[in-house]
């Protein structure tokens, strides 16, 4: 099953114009967890884009899996439409689809190195 088939029949769906946020860096988590649906949209965080996000992409994952406000902001860069995964979903995917955990788990990898990256080197004092 290709990833993005877990969610084709999820209801929620949102439409963020090209320009817009679907969500901003300190926002609160809100439960929801977003997959890019249509459009393309990038990942911002503190003023850097650290990822281009494309079809089947997911954000918003860190707020399901540990709730405090979200640490960057996604900027749709044309018109996008993102499927809403709340709580409830997000835990019946991670128990009935281990596929879909790992994805989310390598997806939270990725972007902890690219922000690693964007770090300045501490020297050590």
Do not use: K
């Not at 877990?6 to 209801?11: E, K």
């Not at 009935?96 to 939270?108: D, E, I, L």
């Not at 990898?109 to 922000?115: M, N, Q, V, W």
Request: charged fraction near 20%.
């Amino acid at each position: 099953m290709v990833f993005f088939e877990l969610f084709a029949h999820n209801p929620i769906i949102l439409r963020v114009p090209a320009g817009q946020t679907l969500f901003q860096e300190g926002d609160a988590g809100g439960g929801l967890m977003y997959v890019l649906s249509a459009g393309n949209a990038d990942i911002v965080v503190a003023g850097r884009v650290i990822e281009h996000l494309q079809h089947g992409g997911i954000v918003g994952e860190m707020g399901l899996v540990s709730p405090a406000a979200r640490s960057a902001t996604v900027l749709a860069t044309s018109d996008c439409e993102f499927v809403a995964i709340d709580e409830a979903r997000f835990q019946f995917l991670i128990q009935n689809t281990p596929f879909f955990a790992m994805q989310v788990m390598r997806v939270m990898a990725e972007r902890l190195r690219a922000t690693d990256r964007l770090m300045p080197v501490l020297e050590e004092v």
